[in-house]
């Protein structure tokens, strides 16, 4: 355990993480009770291990009905599977030309000559390519609805002196519970209908509402809880992570070149664009990866441990925490030499080990969504780093800070575009 650390952990968490990691090793003890898993193998092992690791249930969306809760871990795979269909990397690859069009209009309406923040400007265009991939042409029904649910998790995770116990009814979680209800009411009939009318659709919903060979047939309740967690993370997460490889643009103008160089040749119309042009942004997706592993947007994962088990050297004691560290993970110079070079090349000269990649977790519950983020952020910094060279504000400070509570983000994030000649 470092000296001191649970106080250094609340002030600074990243250089706790990083101190944790070079003195301790592997694994290591934040308080008692607490452990942070702190290089690839450890973290990958927890993320596997499941059922000695189980994932807490998020308290972000908790299902409004138990629909799901009383299967067996392989009907729950199972029920995932069939749930999860419409992310998969073929379904997502057969419509990259309904996420380009989104992805331009962003670099398009970039107000130009001045400083730009970034979030508030990429959060709408991601949402609306977000639920638009989930659900066609119900999306213009659903995005209001889905963006009240972005409020109150924003509001839920905002840090809080207090930590109070989850059946407190706080005016957060109140207001949580009653955006997820609107939610899911908007969202009802549309099930409905298309599941009377037989058209069940191409997109994420309509995977959903289709027999799956393994599952069957998901329940109403079981698609109606299932929705409001994956709304919000087909724009939260990959905002967050837009923010700093935009920044990353702004940081290393010749990395930007190459991209642009690349981008050049995507079709002018971006609904034109197919999974053959963006498998050959070779470089553009070596610059996303490089970014997501210097700063994963989900730097710390939780695990629980139910009962006594052990990892690496450690007996690890039931109801311990576990915290898996993506951050210190990417930063182990034996899996990626100068690991705290940004140098995208890395990812081009030979391709990852498995497990040694981690922003986007591993194991039963990795992120599902995976291949559409990496789809939306290749599109978006390849469409933006054709049009524009960004730089950041003159002026002695960074202007926005790099906050660590519910991930790493860059809130007061300010750019500025200028038109490449
Ligand atoms: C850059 C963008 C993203 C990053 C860095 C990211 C990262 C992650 C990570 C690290 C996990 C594993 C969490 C854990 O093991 O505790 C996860 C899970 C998940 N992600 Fe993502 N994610 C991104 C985008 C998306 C998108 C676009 C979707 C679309 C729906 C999505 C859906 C999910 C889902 C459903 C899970 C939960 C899997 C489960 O618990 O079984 N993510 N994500």
Do not use: N
């Not at 009318?197 to 393994?214: E, N």
């Not at 940081?251 to 995507?266: G, I, M, S, T």
């Amino acid at each position: 355990m470092p000296e001191g650390s649970f106080a250094a952990w609340s002030r600074d968490r990243l250089a706790l993480a990083c101190r944790g990691a070079v003195e301790c090793g592997d694994v290591w003890q934040l308080e008692p009770g607490v452990y942070v898993a702190a290089t690839a193998g450890p973290c990958a092992e927890v993320l596997h291990r499941s059922q000695d690791f189980p994932k807490p249930s998020s308290p972000l969306f908790p299902p409004l009905k138990r629909a799901i809760s009383e299967l067996t871990p392989e009907e729950h795979a199972h029920a995932r599977a069939a749930r999860m269909r419409g992310l998969r990397t073929r379904a997502v690859a057969a419509r990259i030309g309904e996420i380009a069009p989104g992805t331009a209009r962003f670099a398009d309406q970039w107000p130009t000559g001045r400083d730009v923040e970034i979030l508030p400007v990429v959060r709408p265009v991601l949402a609306e390519i977000g639920v638009r991939y989930l659900f066609s042409e119900d999306a213009p029904t659903l995005l209001p609805f889905a963006w009240q649910l972005f409020v109150a998790r924003e509001l839920l995770v905002r840090p809080s002196r207090w930590v109070r116990p989850r059946w407190v009814p706080t005016s957060a979680r109140r207001f949580r519970t009653r955006q997820q209800i609107a939610f899911t009411d908007a969202l009802r009939p549309i099930v409905r209908r298309r599941r009377s009318s037989g058209r069940l659709g191409d997109d994420v919903l309509g995977q959903m509402l289709r027999p799956s060979p393994r599952y069957g047939i998901l329940s109403e309740g079981a698609v109606l809880d299932t929705l409001p967690g994956i709304t919000v993370a087909t724009f939260e997460t990959p905002s967050r992570a837009a923010g700093l490889i935009l920044l990353h643009l702004a940081r290393y103008p010749q990395a930007a070149d190459r991209v642009a160089a690349e981008a050049a040749l995507l079709p002018a119309d971006p609904a034109a664009t197919t999974s053959t042009h963006l498998d050959s942004l070779h470089y553009t997706q070596a610059l996303v990866r490089e970014v997501l592993r210097l700063q994963p947007p989900s730097w710390l994962l939780t695990r629980r441990a139910p009962r006594q088990t052990r990892l690496a050297d450690y007996t690890i004691d039931a109801g311990s925490t576990v915290l898996i560290c993506p951050y210190t993970a990417h930063r182990d110079a034996r899996q990626h030499p100068e690991p705290d070079r940004f140098r995208p090349e890395r990812w081009l000269d030979s391709p990852a080990k498995p497990g040694v990649f981690l922003a986007f977790g591993t194991g039963p519950h990795g992120c599902e969504g995976a291949a559409l983020a990496m789809a939306m952020l290749t599109l978006l910094t390849a469409q933006t780093a054709r049009r524009y060279h960004l730089s950041e504000p003159l002026g002695p400070e960074p202007g926005y800070q790099l906050t660590t509570f519910e991930g790493l983000a860059t809130p007061g994030l300010h750019l500025r575009a200028t038109v490449r000649g």
